[in-house]
C-alpha cells in the first residue's frame, strides 16, 4: 500500500468514507482473540481495514456465515501433485488453501534454476501467495546422481527475491551437525531468513546440534514424542497431511492427549496428488481432520493461518484484521470446514479466469538421457547363497530389508513373485545402473517405468524379464513426458509398444 | 557466532566434546511446551547449545533450583529511572530484566539526536541487550515547545544501526490515522521493522486506522475491555507497571477471568523510578503480580520473555533452548519470583565490575535557556467572575478541571490554598509562560521547580508568591542538574537560596 492508498484505506477504516467492498454479516474468527464475532470486514485494495460496522460501495451479505483468513500450506512441492503448478493453486485455492509455500527440490534436482525459475515463472499470476524455499539439498546427499549442483554461491542471486523466504528442507542432516562448509555455508546465506528442517530420528544431541544451525521447522514428524522434542528446541512443527505420509492423527492425538499448547505447529501437505485434493480437500482436510480429532476450531484455524505466518515471517497474512491481506474463507459449518467462496486479495476466486495453460520452456525439456543398454547391464550376480531382497510392504512407502535364496549364475532370471527393478541414471547418460530383487511386486508379462522418483528423479523400471525392462529404457523414454506433466497411472510395454495400464479397464 | 564457533558449539551440542559452562541440575523452564523439566544446560560463546545431559570444563550445580529465560522490559525509558542509563541497566539486570527496549523519547525532545547518540554510547558496555527505538514524536505533538524536532530524514540515519528496532510509541496518534506526511514518512521509513504504540481511548474506527498505519504495540492500556480491543487487531499490549501507572492488576484480573489467551501480551515499566526498582523489582515484579493474579507461572514467564523477543522480533532471546543467547535468571520459588542468581551471555552478572561513572558529554549540559522574567510575566488576568483552576488529585498523574472565583485584577495573588503554577519555555529563552491556578498542591512561604516534565521538559514551577517563583527562575537555573542526573526530590527557594526540601526532615 502507498501512501495515498493507505490514507484512503485510512478513512474507510474510520468511516468517513465507504469502503470498495465490505462483506456484511460474517461470524469472524479473530485468531488473535479466539473469538468468533458478528461483524462486517471493510476492504480497500484487497487489504482488510476494519472490522464491526461497515458501509461499502459493494456489499455482500453472508448472512452469518463464518469467515476465516485462508489457509497457509507451509510446506508443500509442487510437482508431486502431478499437475503444472499454476493447475495446482486454481484448484487448491478452491479448497481455502490461498498461501503456498514451496519448495522446488524437484524440479531442481532434474534442472537446477532452471527448474526453479519455471515454478516462480508459473506462480507469478495465480490467485494465491505463492513463496518459494530455495532448495539446499541439489543434490539430495553426496552418494545421489542427480541433473544438476546448487551451490551457496548459485543460490545467492536468489536472496533478495521477494517471494523466496529462505533455505528450503535441509535434509542432508548429517552435513549440517559435521559442520560441512558447503552445508554451513548455504545456512548463512539464509541465515536472516527461515531454514526448514527435515528431520526425522535424530538423536537428542544432533538435534540440538542442528536447531543450534538456525533450522527452525521440521515436516516429518510421525509421532508426538518426538515432534515434542522439536518444540522444546524451539522449532515449529508442521503437521503433514499428504498423499503417502499422513501424520496427522498420530500428531493431533498427542497434542489433545496432553492439552499442549498448539502454538508453534502448522499445517502442510508436502506431497498431495491432485485426486486426493479433488477427494478430501487441501489444508481444509488438515483443519477438519484436527477438529474431528479434538482441537478446538479456532485454534486449529489459528494453526493453518497466524501461525504459518508468523513461522514465515509473513506479516500481512494470516488474519482478519486491519492491514492484513483480504485472503478469506467462507464456510457455513465449522466442524465440516466445506469451503464454500475463498477471496483472495478482496476478490471471490471463482471470478478468476486467468488460467492460463502451462508453458514450458524448451530447455525444461528433454532432460532424459540414458546411455543405451544391453542384456548384460542388466546381469545380477547371484551365488546361490541367501541374499537380501526388497519386500514391498501394502500401500507403505517405506520397504523392507529380506533375505532369500535365488537361483545361483551371472544371470538372474527374474519372474512374476520375484521382479527385478534397475534404476537407471537418466540425467548424464553415465551408465550407471542399480539393481535388485522385489518381492510382492507381482508384475506378470512386462515391465513398468518411471521417472518421477525422489529425490534424484532417475529413471526406475520394474518388470518380470530383462527384454522389456531394456525395451523401456529404449522405448518409453521418448514418450514418457517430463514428471511435471506426467498423468498418474502405471505404463507397459509389450512387443514394444506402450501402454497406460490403467486406461485399458 | 561465526562457523568456527557454531561448528565448535555443535560438538557440544552432540556432546562430543565438553562445553565451556554446564549448568547442572536445573529445573529449566520451556516456553515454548510450557514444561519444567530436570536438565543441564550447556553453553558455549555465551549461547545456549543444548539441554539435557551435559558435562562442562566448568559446571555449576544448581540442585533443582529453577532457571528460566532472562526477562525482557518491553517498553521503557532510562530517563524516567532517575538514574544514568548505565546505572539503571546494572541495577535492573540484578532483578533479571536482561533486556531493555528504550526510547530516549525525553533526552531526544531535549537534545535530538545527540540525546538518542547518549543513550546508545552509555549502553553499548551494559550487561544486558539494550534496544532502542527511535523517537517518533519530537516535538510530541504540533503545539509543543521542545529542544528539538527530529524528522523522517534525520531518523534515516540510524535506520541501519543494529541496536534499532523500530519507531518509538507514535504518542501523536491523531497526525497517524489523519494521514499526516511527516508521519507517514516515519512510519514507511520503519515499515519493515517494529512501529511501537500509543493510543489510550481512541474510538474503534481510528484504532482500526491507527493498526492499518502498522502500529503494532501499545502500553497505555489501562482496562481489559480496551486491551482485547488491541489484541483483536493484532497488537501486542505491554502490560505497565511502573512507578505512576500501574495497570497489571487491571489487565490480569481481566485476563484470568476470561481465560483469555496471553500470546500478545508481554510486560513494560514505561517510568519506573529507581527507588521503586529497588524496593520491588523490575520486570520480576510484574510476573510476580501476574502469577499472584491467577497467571499460569509458566505462561508469565512466557509473557516476559518469549512474547517480547516475538513482538520484536528478536529470534535470539527469550527461550532456554539451542541457539538462544544464555541469558538465564535463577530463581528457588516461582510464586515469589526472588532473582537469586542472573546470567548475561552466560557470564553471572554479579562478577561484572564494569560499571564506570557516567560521562556526560558537554553538548548535552547547559540545554536550559530561559529568557529573564520579570514580574509582569507572571500577570494573570482574572475577571473576578468564575474562571477554571487546575484541581490536583490525591497522587494520580491526572488533575481534574475545576472552576472558582478568584479575585478580580491584573494580577493573581497567589497563597497557600490556591497556588500559581508556571510553565516556562526553557530551550530557546522564548519567553513563553503558561500560567494557571492551582488548588490542592499546599504549597507555602516559597516555589519548587522540576525541569523534568514530560514530554518537553520546560520549566514547571509552582509557588504560593511570585517573588520567590521568578528566583527560582533565575537562581535555580544554573544549580538546577540536567534531567538525566536529577535526584528525586522537592526544591524550595527562600531568600534567594535553593534547598532540596525532602533533606531536611
Known amino acids: 500500500m502507498d501512501r495515498k492508498q493507505l490514507t484512503k484505506a485510512m478513512k474507510a477504516a474510520r468511516g468517513l468514507q465507504r469502503a470498495e467492498l465490505v462483506i456484511k454479516n460474517a461470524n469472524v474468527i479473530n485468531v488473535f482473540s479466539e473469538e ?8 480497500e485494495d484487497g487489504v482488510i481495514v476494519g472490522t464491526g460496522v461497515y458501509h461499502g460501495e459493494r456489499e455482500i451479505d453472508l448472512k452469518g456465515m463464518y469467515v476465516m483468513p485462508g489457509f497457509i500450506d507451509s510446506h508443500l512441492h509442487l510437482e508431486s501433485t502431478l499437475v503444472t503448478p499454476s493447475e495446482l493453486i486454481h484448484q487448491a485455492v478452491k479448497c481455502g ?25 508459473q506462480t507469478e499470476q495465480v490467485p494465491a501467495n505463492v513463496y518459494v524455499m530455495m532448495p539446499s539439498c541439489v543434490p539430495a546427499t553426496g552418494v545421489d546422481d542427480n541433473g544438476c549442483c546448487l551451490t551457496a554461491e548459485k543460490m545467492s542471486e536468489y536472496h533478495g527475491h521477494k517471494r523466496i523466504l529462505g533455505l528450503g528442507e535441509v535434509m542432508d542432516y548429517r552435513s ?41 521447522t521440521d515436516h516429518e514428524c510421525v509421532d508426538y514424542e518426538y515432534a515434542m522434542e522439536e518444540i522444546r528446541n524451539g522449532m515449529y512443527v508442521l503437521i503433514r497431511e499428504g498423499s503417502a505420509a499422513r501424520n496427522l492423527q498420530a500428531l493431533v492425538t498427542g497434542i489433545v492427549k496432553h492439552q499442549t499448547d498448539t502454538g508453534h505447529f502448522c499445517f502442510c501437505t508436502d506431497d498431495k496428488h491432485i485426486e486426493d485434493i479433488l477427494r478430501e480437500g487441501h489444508i481444509s482436510h488438515n483443519v477438519r481432520e484436527a477438529i474431528r480429532l479434538g482441537i478446538p476450531p479456532v485454534k486449529a484455524i489459528r494453526m493453518a493461518t497466524l501461525q504459518a505466518a508468523e513461522c514465515y ?34 476478490q471471490d476466486v471463482e471470478e478468476d479466469q486467468n488460467l492460463s495453460p502451462a508453458v514450458c520452456a524448451d530447455k ?16 545380477m550376480h547371484c551365488t546361490g547363497r541367501r541374499q537380501p531382497v526388497i519386500r514391498m510392504v501394502g500401500k507403505e512407502i517405506l520397504t523392507r530389508e529380506e533375505w532369500a ?36 511386486y507381482g508384475i506378470h508379462g512386462g515391465a513398468i517405468a518411471s521417472s518421477v522418483s525422489h529425490d534424484s528423479h532417475n529413471l526406475v523400471v520394474i518388470g518380470d524379464n530383462d527384454r522389456d525392462i531394456i525395451a523401456l529404457s529404449f522405448l518409453a523414454l521418448p514418450v514418457l513426458p517430463e514428471i511435471r506433466i506426467l498423468p498418474r497411472g502405471l505404463y507397459r510395454v509389450e512387443d514394444g509398444s506402450f501402454y497406460r495400464e490403467d486406461e485399458e479397464q
Open 176 to 216: 549440517v551437525v559435521e559442520g560441512k562448509p558447503e552445508m554451513l555455508e548455504k545456512l548463512e546465506l539464509f541465515r536472516d531468513k527461515v531454514l526448514d528442517g527435515h528431520a526425522p530420528f535424530l538423536s537428542p544431541g544432533d538435534l540440538s546440534a542442528y536447531s543450534l544451525a538456525g533450522i527452525g
Open 36 to 43: 468468533i464475532r458478528r461483524q462486517d470486514i471493510a476492504i
Open 405 to 440: 535364496v535365488l537361483p545361483g549364475g551371472i544371470f538372474f532370471e527374474p519372474d512374476e513373485t520375484c521382479n527385478k527393478v534397475a534404476v537407471i541414471e537418466r540425467h548424464k547418460a553415465t551408465g550407471k545402473i542399480g539393481k535388485a530383487a522385489v518381492v510382492g
Open 97 to 121: 488453501t490461498t498461501t503456498f509455500i514451496v519448495d522446488p527440490h524437484e524440479s531442481a534436482n532434474v534442472s537446477g534454476t532452471d527448474g526453479i525459475d519455471y515454478i516462480l515463472e
Open 313 to 346: 515471517h509473513l506479516r500481512h497474512l494470516g488474519a482478519v484484521a486491519p492491514g492484513y491481506q483480504a485472503d478469506l474463507i467462507v464456510v457455513s459449518d465449522l466442524e465440516q470446514m466445506k469451503v464454500e467462496r475463498v477471496f483472495y486479495k478482496g
Open 364 to 379: 525444461l525439456k528433454h532432460t532424459v538421457h540414458v546411455k543405451p543398454l544391453c542384456e548384460k547391464d542388466l546381469w
